[in-house]
């Protein structure tokens, strides 16, 4: 059997690029490039040069020689010595022990922002990905300091005795700040998973909703937050939704979309619609914080086309002032104080049920 050319397609099938890692049109000007002469090789690179910097192709650039082509081609980036990738680890340290525990894409944004790495897939994947692996299993890092929301460990469960039950009972036991110690109703919607477990260090505090969309939020998903409005509305309180999610074509499309739905479903339900608002990100707070940007996906996004400028990631916040952010939205309705006393008496009541499990006849938690 004939052996295929790299690239060759397999009948009238174009060769799967995406599923060994490389880019399509990459691919493709690789593979022309291959086939050219020299001299047509050497008038086709400054159109690429062009094309790969965003700028209109030049008319009247030199003609680069072949030895210009070699020359450029025989450059490899050079690798970096030991010391600047202790250097690395040790900025990793700092970012990670400034604001635990962080996600990975975190980490990474952090380093960009300070400039110790550049931007690219290529140092995500290969440099702060690979690092941190290599530092949690060489125990220079602890796991706990790195979390993993799109994956979990599911696991029912279960207590030997009525005396273990009744106890775990007692430290499990909670009274609903948002439903004592505020007027309104609230929830809190992030429109990313893996930034879930940050948000949720601070709304199961107040005991408020945390809605994650993981994207444009389902009918089914957003009939659930109705439902909830709608009890909150025979109730007598107002129903307020603060909305987390990145600066790109969709991301500044959900909150719309969050309203548009509610306030139908609402309407045919007959109570009144939520209050919502886009908290983070926005412009100001990109030019704020310094924040890398991103080209904006316009191919194939139909909701690109009226969206201007680059797109910035909701990962690429501090931690620390996406925690504050939360935490500041959630106090307009329930304050500090009010909180203080719920969780005092909480303490007396939970307090009791432990003197009850301790009481219980039969065998003793262990």
């Known amino acids: 059997m004939a052996k295929r050319a790299p690239g060759q397609s397999v009948g009238n099938r174009e060769p799967d ?15 022309e490039l291959a086939a050219l002469s020299e001299d047509e090789f050497a008038a086709r690179l400054p159109q690429l040069v062009a094309e790969k910097a965003g700028v209109p192709a030049p008319t009247d650039a030199p ?8 020359w450029a081609c025989s450059i490899k980036p050079a690798r970096r010595s030991k010391a600047d990738i202790e250097a690395i680890k040790d900025a990793i340290l700092e970012v990670v022990e400034e604001d635990p525990p962080m996600t990975v894409r975190q980490v990474f944004y952090q380093l960009v922002v300070r400039g110790v790495i550049e931007k690219t897939e290529k140092e995500y994947q290969g ?7 290599d530092m949690r299993l060489n125990n220079d890092l602890p796991f706990s300091y790195i979390v993993d929301e799109s994956r979990r460990r599911r696991i029912t469960e279960t207590y030997d005795n009525l005396t273990e039950a009744v106890d775990a009972c007692a430290r499990f036991y909670r009274r609903s700040a948002l439903r004592e110690a505020s007027s309104d109703y609230i929830e809190i919607w992030c429109e990313k998973e893996a930034l ?4 949720w260090d601070v709304t199961s505090e107040y005991d408020v909703p945390l809605m994650v969309s993981k994207g444009m939020p389902s009918l ?9 409005i709608r009890k909150a ?8 939704i603060y909305q987390f999610g990145d600066h790109d074509p969709s991301g500044v499309l959900i909150p719309r979309t969050i309203k548009s739905r509610l306030d139908e479903m609402c309407e045919r339900s007959g109570c009144t619609g939520p209050i919502i608002q886009r908290v983070a990100l926005t412009e100001e707070q990109i030019s704020e914080f310094n924040l890398p940007t991103r080209p904006t996906k316009r191919e194939g996004n139909r909701h690109a086309h009226s969206f201007e400028g680059e797109s910035v990631e909701l990962d690429a916040l501090p931690p620390s002032e996406l925690r504050a952010m939360v935490r500041e939205v959630i106090e307009r309705h329930i304050t500090e104080e009010a909180l203080t006393t719920l969780r005092t008496a909480e303490e007396s009541e939970r307090e009791l049920l432990s003197a ?6 039969g065998e003793a938690a262990p």
């Open 356 to 361: 009850w499990a301790a009481n219980l006849p």
């Open 17 to 31: 690029w995406a599923s060994h890692g490389i880019d399509k049109k990459l691919a493709k000007d690789a593979l």
């Open 196 to 199: 879930a477990g940050l948000l």
């Open 63 to 70: 003609t680069p020689t072949t030895a210009d082509i070699s």
């Open 233 to 240: 509305d025979e109730a007598g309180q107002f129903t307020y």
């Open 220 to 228: 089914t998903f957003l009939h659930g937050t109705a439902e909830e």
């Open 127 to 133: 440099t702060v990905i690979r690092l941190l692996t």
